[in-house]
């Protein structure tokens, strides 16, 4: 029996690796509909407790914070006139109970003169995710414009600097 | 064996709901590529017989009007100046024989005259997928732009408020 | 035992074939990061040192080759002033040691002037893979303009005629 047991102990671990993969991959494809509609519970829900959100322009130092920017200005201004958290497939890296992954972000607002929608920010961005009783949360995001600056060069840059 | 035959039953059954993911996954990366290309019956193949897309602005309301949507104008037009139906990784949620999974879509439009690339709508899409004897199909789906109006935000906010 | 172990191989089949899936996303999702950030060899060793990068206006014939665009002009100048690959989730045809796999890519320069992106290239993306020693590498990359022209169309067209 061991060596069924060997095997079917090798499937359990690779299945729940493959399990990991995609239940990241879900939770940032949720943070742009729930941020563009409002969910400000589900946005903040994302993250720890003491997660942190630093894009820059604003750091977020609580799950509290990005439930509060999603309920307040300049946030609902943008969603009241139109806009898209619109993000790329990740790569992402597993290692045990906590994990990296990599996207960008386009976010897309629409001007209400025109009915036009521009792309206002491009940007890096880094998530660090903690494995927790309620599953993968992020501890940490980053994300830097991609404007020819050094930074959002280096965010992406440590993906491959980490092999 | 009890105990083996359980633990490859319990194996066979993620291993299966990961391949659901994967599958829809794959079939929502069809869409642009179909209808991009004209491919008109592989678009409509993406949809049951009586399958809807309802697009806000047209509403058609089986697989053969999508597959008539593909050959006619004003698709034909925008796939002869340039167009791609841009989307991003999916949010799928998984129940039995039905699934329900949420994308933005970007149409992005090339201007003749100017040979530039415009994003001419940006929507919330919603999609309401049945398990059939030729795989998963979409038994309806929704999209609405992100204009600022309440309904590209019910619509995504349907995912969280379904949790 | 010959059933718990011809079904601990199907199983074992079917995992490799969604790990498959998932490395050849990863990958693909790695090109732009790579690029964007400089880094030329992580980019150069997503290809085999024979493989190819048709992009229409210009085609690399090597990864040495495809190593020396990361490094030079005009992808420095891009760099420099802000750029970002994006790429949309992929449709992913496996066949033993080789893959297929579709997806658009959307180059996002930023204008220093004026501080705004613009969509600069959409292109449609065919990507053909080979399963080395050393993971899944490109063999060829094809990507064309979706300018209104056949060769697009024709591109994500194989998608559906070879089914």
């Not at 939770?27 to 820059?56: C, F, I, K, N, Q």
Request: with cysteine.
């Amino acid at each position: 029996m061991t060596n069924t047991d060997d095997r079917m102990r090798a499937l359990e671990e690779r299945i729940a690796l493959l399990e990991d993969r995609l239940a990241i991959a879900g939770l940032m494809a949720s943070y742009g509909p729930a941020v563009d509609s409002g969910s400000a519970e589900a946005a903040a829900e994302l993250w720890t407790a003491d997660g942190s959100y630093d894009a820059g322009i604003v750091h977020f130092r609580s799950a509290e914070e990005i439930e509060r920017m999603v309920r307040t200005e300049p946030h609902t201004g943008f969603i009241a006139s139109g806009a898209a958290h619109l993000s790329t497939p990740p790569r992402i890296e597993i290692d045990g109970d906590t994990a990296v992954s990599y996207c960008y972000q386009q976010v897309m607002l629409r001007d209400v003169e025109s009915d036009a929608f521009r792309a206002w920010r491009v940007s890096a961005n880094r998530w660090e995710w903690q494995r927790t009783s309620e599953g993968w949360k992020v501890k940490r995001r980053v994300n830097r414009l991609l404007d020819g600056g050094e930074e959002a060069r280096a965010l992406f840059g440590e993906a491959f600097r980490e092999k």
